[in-house]
């Protein structure tokens, strides 16, 4: 049997402060507004394959902080870059934010030649960053 889904349409990622998650994927990343819901609130993000929808705790300070341990649900997300020279290079920049907290550097995936990294980002979200190499 084929597989009736055809890949992630967006991911929808709660946050405590909407602007700073947004600031960090357009200024990190180089994501872009798509849309937004003023009202819920909500934005959304493209970086022109994966859409991301920030929506905002209903109460961000008593919200619970994910736990990767103990949580069901979202473990972390994982965005591809182009090559492991350019997953270095982001690497460097985002170790220069005070917003981001690099959990471990590029390193080989599994002894392979994929490179991977992982950090978490503005409202706690872990998010790694990979660098398959074509084959």
Known sequence: MSSRTQGIHHAGLTVPDVPAAQAFFEEAL???????????PAVFLSDGS?????WRAADPANATP???????GLHHFALR???????KAL?????QRDDVAIEFAPESLGGGPTHHMMCTIPGGL???LIAPVPS
């Open 30 to 40: 180089g994501f872009s507004q798509v849309g937004e819901v003023a009202d819920y």
């Open 50 to 54: 994966v859409m991301l929808t920030l």
């Open 66 to 72: 994910f736990d990767r341990r103990r949580n069901l």
């Open 81 to 87: 870059v182009e090559s492991p020279g350019e997953l």
């Open 91 to 95: 690497h460097d920049e985002l170790a």
């Open 126 to 128: 872990r998010l790694e």
